[in-house]
C-alpha cells in the first residue's frame, strides 16, 4: 500500500533532515519550491510541480492557472464525496535535481494522493524514478520519448512526445518542398531528443540536415555566429527545437541578419509570449498544437472565455493551461471513480477515455497521450491561426 511505503520514505527523509543538520550552517535546511501548501485537514491535494520562476516561468503559470482553475470548478460542484481538492504548488525552477527533491516530498506527504506538471523533460526524468517507487499517480507534460519508458506503473504524460511532434514537423517540412534544413536545439533533454528525431525522420523523408547547432537554455542570447553558420550552409529552412524565449530571439536576429528562410518548431513555440517576444519577426512562423484559442469548437470558447474570466482578458488558455486543466480532471475523475489506491487509479487512468478541452483521448500502453491530432499552426498579423 501507498502508506507504508510512505511511511518508510518518511523515517528515510527524517534521518536524512538529521544528518544535513549536522553539517549545515546554523542546522537549518531550505525547503525546496517556495509554493503554495496543500490546503487543510481532510483536503484531497494534488502536487503540482511547475517553473514558477525563470526562463520558463510562463508554461508554470499556464499549468498552474489550468490546474487552478479544475479545483474550483470541482469544488464549486462539491468536491469528491464530499471531500475538497487543494493544489500544492511547488517551483523547480525548471531545475531537475529541484524536481526531484518536491516529487520525494510529494511522495512522502500522505495527503497527497496525485501530482502532475514537471513541464521539462528532464525533470520529469528526474522525478518518475520517485515517483514509481513511492507509487505516486502523476500526469507529466515532458516530451522527451525517454519518458514512455519511465512511465512504468505510475506516471501519465500528456503533452505529444517528440517524437509524435517531430515526425508531425518533418512531414509538413517536406510537403512544403524543404529540403535542406538548418536545426538550431537547446542543450537540454528536449532539444537534444528534437534535434535527434527531426534528423532521422527528414532523412527518411529525403530531405538532409546541413546544419545542427546548439545553444544553451536561457543563456545564449547572440546567436549571430549560429545564424552565419546556418547562412552559409545553403538551408533552405529552418527548424527550432527549444522554447519561446530563445526561438523569439532567433528570428528577430535572422529578420535583422537578411535571412529570409521558413521557420519551423513544435508546440514550444505555441505560446502567445513568443508572439509578444518576438514581434514582427514572428509573421509566418509554423508550429503546431493541441488547444489553439481560436478553435470554434464550443467546449473550447467555454474554456478560454472562463479563463479570461478567471484570470484576467490579457490572459489566454494555451497548451500548458489545457495541460494543467485537463490533468485536474482526469485525476480527479480517477479518485472519483477508483478512490486514492494508486494501483487502481492507474488503472482505471490505462482503460478510460476522456473528453477533454483538447478532444477525446485516451493512454496507450506506454502511458502517452493519444490525440486524434494535432493542428498545423501559422503566424499570421500577429495571431496563431489554424492551416487548413
Known amino acids: 500500500m501507498k502508506n507504508n511505503v510512505k511511511k ?13 543538520g549536522l553539517v549545515a550552517c546554523g542546522g537549518e535546511s531550505e525547503e525546496s519550491g517556495g509554493g503554495e501548501s ?53 517551483d523547480d525552477k525548471s531545475d531537475p535535481k529541484e524536481a526531484a527533491t518536491i516529487a520525494t516530498k510529494f511522495v512522502a506527504d500522505d495527503a497527497v494522493v496525485a501530482s502532475l506538471g514537471y513541464y521539462n523533460s528532464s525533470c520529469g526524468l528526474s522525478a518518475l524514478p520517485i515517483i514509481n517507487e513511492g507509487k505516486l499517480v502523476t500526469i507529466v507534460t515532458g516530451s522527451t520519448p525517454d ?45 537534444m531528443g528534437q534535434e535527434q528525431i527531426i534528423t532521422e525522420v527528414l532523412k527518411e523523408a529525403g530531405a538532409e ?14 546567436f549571430t555566429n549560429i545564424l552565419t553558420k546556418v547562412k552559409n550552409s545553403g538551408a533552405d529552412s529552418v527548424f527550432l527545437a527549444g522554447t519561446y524565449t530563445e526561438g523569439a530571439l532567433i528570428v528577430k536576429q535572422m529578420k535583422s541578419l537578411g535571412m529570409d528562410l521558413p521557420a519551423y518548431s513544435s508546440s514550444s513555440m ?83 477515455t476522456f473528453d477533454t478541452v483538447y478532444g477525446t483521448v485516451h493512454f496507450n500502453e506506454t502511458h502517452d497521450l493519444m490525440f486524434e491530432s494535432l493542428k498545423r499552426l501559422v503566424v499570421e498579423d500577429g495571431k496563431f491561426v489554424v492551416v487548413e
Not at 528515510?12 to 538529521?18: E, H, N, P, R
Open 8 to 20: 518508510r520514505m518518511v523515517s528515510f527523509l527524517i534521518v536524512c533532515m538529521m544528518m544535513v
Open 38 to 90: 496543500g490546503g487543510s485537514d481532510g483536503d484531497l491535494v494534488i502536487g503540482l510541480d511547475c517553473p514558477m520562476t525563470g526562463v520558463n516561468a510562463s508554461f508554470g503559470e499556464q499549468l498552474s492557472y489550468g490546474a487552478q482553475m479544475a479545483v474550483d470548478e470541482i469544488n464549486e460542484a462539491g468536491g469528491i464525496d464530499g471531500k475538497m481538492l487543494a493544489l500544492d504548488v511547488q
Open 147 to 191: 519518458i514512455s519508458e519511465q512511465n512504468k506503473d505510475y506516471g501519465f504524460r500528456t503533452e505529444p512526445s517528440d517524437e509524435q511532434q517531430a515526425v508531425y514537423a518533418a512531414d509538413w517540412m517536406v510537403e512544403d518542398g524543404c529540403q535542406k534544413v538548418a536545426v538550431l536545439y537547446e542543450s537540454t533533454d528536449y532539444g
Open 209 to 222: 540536415v546541413v546544419c545542427s547547432e546548439t545553444y544553451i537554455l536561457g543563456e545564449t542570447k547572440d
Open 270 to 352: 505555441f505560446e502567445v509570449a513568443f508572439l509578444e517576444a518576438a514581434g514582427d519577426a514572428a509573421e509566418g512562423v509554423k508550429v503546431q498544437g493541441v488547444l489553439v484559442p481560436d478553435d470554434p469548437s464550443e467546449v473550447n470558447q467555454q474554456f478560454q472565455q472562463a479563463y479570461k474570466e478567471k484570470f484576467g482578458e490579457d490572459k489566454t488558455a494555451g497548451t500548458f493551461s489545457g495541460h494543467g486543466y485537463a490533468g485536474v480532471k482526469m485525476l480527479a475523475e480517477a479518485i472519483e471513480n477508483a478512490g486514492t489506491d494508486p494501483d487502481a487509479m492507474a488503472e482505471y487512468l490505462e482503460n478510460t
